[in-house]
């Protein structure tokens, strides 16, 4: 079974300003990657697959890069609709996914 | 307009059973495979099980190998876990997903589109 890790567990960001996420596999997915915003009581909503793809509908501040084992998730200046728990997943070997960060307002 | 309705929920005793259902609508149901997602109280994300668009194929994380089967029926553009054996580990919030790309299987594809869940409570 593939592990995903994820740092940091929090990360507080003010508004406007640049927040960086990451995950980390324990082998190579490729890029076979995606990232996942979650809202309180709400369901996952894809944000980025394929490491670097942007799912439709989903802003370009929302950016995404890696391959193999290292992997990021930049959102380039936050809103206050970004505040929310943030998931990778990898689906290169059947479907993992990571313990989350949550982004909170500093 | 893709919907995905998760429904069968609900207070089930350890070692009970249930059985869930994920009604969909606004794509092409038998092109998709299909998983289950889970998510216990205040934790993470758990993939559960997923199945081919024909139903031909199966798959299941060994949390619940032998105890969960995942069916669907495309006439009905519905799919099922039928969930037997129940632990209390197994109360979560309980998610239906489809695959971003039709005829996943060999190629793996995240999911693009999930329900609004179903929350099963394993207790006594």
């Known amino acids: 079974e593939i592990v995903m890790t994820q740092s940091p567990a929090t990360l507080s960001v003010s508004p406007g300003e640049r927040a960086t996420l990451s995950c980390r596999a324990s082998?190579?997915?490729?890029?076979?990657l995606a990232w996942y915003q979650q809202k309180p009581g709400q369901a996952p909503r894809l944000l980025i697959y394929g490491a670097s793809t942007r799912a439709t509908g989903i802003p370009a501040r929302f950016s995404g890069s890696g391959s193999g084992t290292e992997f990021t998730l930049t959102i380039s200046s936050l809103q206050s609709e970004d505040f929310a728990v943030y998931y990778c997943q990898q689906y290169n070997n059947w479907h993992t996914f990571g313990p989350g960060t949550k982004v909170d307002i500093k | 307009e893709v919907q995905l309705l998760e429904s069968g929920g609900g207070l089930v005793q350890p070692g009970g059973s249930l059985r869930l259902s994920c009604a969909a609508s606004?794509?092409?149901?038998?092109?998709?495979?299909m998983s289950w997602v889970r998510q216990a109280p205040g934790k993470g994300l758990e993939w559960v099980s997923a199945?081919?668009?024909?139903?031909?194929?199966?798959y299941y994380a060994d949390s619940v190998k032998g105890r969960f089967t995942i069916s669907r029926d495309n006439s009905k553009n519905t799919l099922y876990l039928q969930m037997n054996s129940l632990r209390a580990e197994d109360t979560a919030v309980y998610y239906c997903a489809k695959d971003e790309r039709p005829l996943g299987w060999i190629q793996l594809y995240p999911f693009d589109y999930w329900g609004q869940g179903t929350l099963v409570t394993v207790s006594s």
């Open positions: 199945i081919s668009g024909s139903g031909g194929s199966t």
């Open positions: 606004g794509f092409t149901f038998s092109s998709y495979a």
């Open positions: 082998q190579s997915v490729s890029s076979n």
